[in-house]
């Protein structure tokens, strides 16, 4: 293949891959990677999209020396480390997975996704405090995601801070009135604390919003 101009891939050829990302078709990402990397040997984005392409078909081994690739081109960037860290996430490697959100987090200690992937790892691994003061950081960065409130009160409920985890719900629905799971959850936290006619309402409406979902623990 002749060598265009340039140090990377065009926008449009980029966009053209996530295209095929977004519709799932990564075994046709990594062909087209492939190309792209014969024009673009030293291409930071393509080895680091090659990573997360490899760990989606589960591809695992593959994936990893796609990131080192990539880390060894542009060593501050934080979606590498990102995608390690989902990556060991998902294969359970929990303390791995942590330390590649840290350094990312070293870089740019505000970066959402890292703030609330680490909470969920440390949840995981069954450290509530320390995901609650990831999933605390995360909110004082995107106060309005919802999910992130989720999850900090599953963290809450399960140390026992039922106040905590009921206003930590309260938040969820307010961002997100049709939250299922928070109304669930929070009637299983009124439930815990007694008041169990606030609990058959938060269940109720749970009820109202699907029918299939909410799990009445009474």
Known sequence: MTRPEGSAPSPQQMQAVMA???????????SKLDLLLEAFP????????????????GRYDGAVDSFKRALSLTPDDTSIYFNIGNLQKKIGAWDTAIAQYKSALKIKPDYFENLRNKGNVLQNKGDARAAIASYKNAIETEPKHAPTHYYMRVALQGLGDLKGAIDSYTQAIKIKPDYVQAYNNMGNALYEKGDTAAAIDSLQKALKINSNYAEILF
């Open 42 to 57: 030293d291409a930071c984005a393509v080895y680091n999209l090659q990573g997360a392409s490899s760990a989606a078909l």
């Open 20 to 30: 095929l990302c977004h519709q799932g078709q990564f075994t046709e990402v990594l």
